[in-house]
């Protein structure tokens, strides 16, 4: 169980960074680029699985599924508050 917070963790920390490069913007701080990272993972899982593609693959995949839920998250987030991102 510990190497598999371990690894939401290490695709967390890839996600929320590679997110705030894609995205732009002065970002949320280390800590909640993690969280974004995590939360996306499971966005990006959840709108790939309904759009038909595979649960599981490997880690770059996971990556990609997970950075490409943070941009959504952090996309409606933006859109929610007006492109305010302090006040998360």
Same mark, same amino acid.
Not at 16 to 21: C, E, I, Q, S, V
Not at 23 to 29: A, D, H, N, R, V
């Given at each position: 169980m510990g190497h598999g917070i371990f690894w939401?963790?290490?695709?967390?920390?890839?996600a929320?960074?590679?997110? *705030?490069?894609i @995205?732009?913007?002065? =970002?949320?701080?280390f800590v909640v680029d993690i969280i974004v990272g995590i939360v996306g993972a499971f966005v990006g *899982?959840?709108? @790939?699985?309904?759009? =038909?593609?595979?649960?599981?693959g490997g880690m770059i995949y996971t990556i990609f599924v997970a950075v490409v839920g943070?941009?959504?998250l952090?996309?409606?987030v933006r859109l929610v508050t007006g492109g305010r991102?302090?006040?998360l």
């Open positions: 939401w963790l290490v695709v967390g920390v890839i929320g960074w590679l997110t *705030g490069k @995205m732009k913007g002065e =970002g949320y701080g *899982g959840f709108v @790939m699985t309904h759009l =038909g593609f595979a649960g599981a943070a941009i959504l952090t996309w409606l991102e302090r006040d």
